[in-house]
């Protein structure tokens, strides 16, 4: 005789029926705050940038950066390198912001970018790669609400080349002060989106 009692598998259906439906606020990654440097921890960006020849040239225009080594390639081309080169300054800001993301997306203010030193040359087409050395952290002495960190950043070619290193140091909120949610991730206002109010 065959059982036809599925009381049992209709009850799991509407539980998973219900769990299906149910909808919630999660949070996303909201960025490192003070209390979660420690000194020698190693951040690897994520994503790598293939540098390309319009990324050169608007910034070189929008920085009135006037070194032919980045927009004349007939001059480029007679020095020893061949062709042009990426900005610099260029390489700087992509190597900063691409370490935003692990070091100061909770940052209050840059204190400073010590140590810049460019080791080889970046052309265009080249894939840049970021990472992250925490090499100090202190208490602030004048802001209670914040933190001192200090990184090396380092960028890399797709031949694991270093082609630049700095060190920058932002002052960080720590986390009882910023009092993140799922509702106000870093950078939203309150009040914005989906709030909990309307999942109910």
Not at 42 to 49: E, M, Q
Not at 70 to 96: C, K, S, W
Not at 116 to 123: D, Y
Not at 188 to 195: A, D, H, L, P, S
Request: charged share 25%.
């Amino acid at each position: 005789m065959v059982d036809t009692d599925n009381s049992d598998a209709d009850d799991e259906d509407a539980s998973v029926q219900d769990d299906a439906n149910s909808r919630q606020l999660v949070s996303g990654w909201q960025g490192r705050y003070y209390e979660d440097f420690d000194v020698g921890d190693i951040y690897k960006h994520p994503y790598g940038r293939t540098v390309t020849e319009t990324d050169n040239v608007w910034f070189t225009n929008v920085s009135m950066n006037l070194n032919p080594m980045h927009f004349n390639e007939a001059y480029a081309a007679e020095t020893e390198f061949g062709e042009r080169l990426v900005d610099g300054t260029y390489v700087i800001a992509l190597a900063v912001g691409m370490s935003v993301i692990d070091v100061s997306q909770n940052a209050t203010a840059n204190l400073g970018y010590d140590d810049i030193r460019h080791h080889a040359p970046v052309f265009h087409g080249d894939t840049i790669f970021a990472e992250s050395e925490v090499v100090d952290k202190r208490e602030s002495e004048s802001r209670d609400h914040v933190g001192i960190v200090t990184t090396e950043l380092r960028a890399y070619n797709q031949h694991d080349e270093l082609v630049l290193s700095l060190e920058r140091t932002p002052m960080v909120l720590k986390r009882e002060h910023a009092q993140p949610s799922a509702a106000t991730p870093p950078g939203w206002i309150e009040g914005v989106g989906t709030q909990p109010e309307d999942l109910d």
